[in-house]
């Protein structure tokens, strides 16, 4: 039960991991405006999970071996780091997301924490503040899920 929630890949059979590499190998190759399009559940051969929704978060928390960069600088152009942000509030909204992704979203913004502050006083954004309430309601969210879940356990039994 828990185990779905809290990210954890649960033990599949071969069809399941072959997907999941496609996925990963697939997710490997998108720029943000295919990770957005696969987060608003719009590339039919792959649809949201919560691995895909984690793998995107770890690919824009990679760095990169040659040039030592992320996948969002704070050099890049203003259109790719607001992209960039979006995409990461379309995750936290989306409702397969568990608590992994929600970590890896804290990670992500404790370690872009410069690139934030100047892109909100660059542009008089308030991506800030919208990541900080994000959060909390996804993790209002998963709170409802898992008490829901117990709730349907109690009941099945």
């Known amino acids: 039960m828990f185990s779905k929630m809290l990210g954890k890949m649960k033990e599949s059979s071969s069809d399941n991991d072959q997907i ?3 996925l990963v190998e697939k997710i490997a ?31 824009l928390l990679e760095v990169n071996d ?10 890049d152009m203003d259109s790719k780091i607001k992209k960039g942000f979006d995409l990461i509030l379309k995750i936290l909204i989306n409702k397969k997301i568990t608590v992994t992704t929600i970590e ?11 690139i934030i ?10 991506y800030g503040s919208k990541f900080i309430d994000s959060i909390a ?14 709730k349907m356990d109690i009941i099945g039994s």
């Open 20 to 22: 999941n590499k496609e």
């Open 29 to 59: 190759n998108m720029n943000l405006t295919d990770m957005r399009n696969y987060v608003n559940d719009r590339i039919a051969k792959f649809p949201v999970s919560e691995d895909g929704l984690s793998e995107i978060m770890y690919k």
């Open 66 to 75: 040659k040039t030592s960069k992320r996948y969002i600088n704070i050099d």
């Open 104 to 114: 890896l979203v804290s990670k992500y913004l404790e370690e872009s924490k410069n």
């Open 117 to 126: 502050l100047k892109y909100d006083k660059d542009n008089k954004q308030i």
């Open 137 to 150: 309601i996804a993790i209002e969210n998963m709170n409802k899920r898992s008490e829901l879940q117990r």
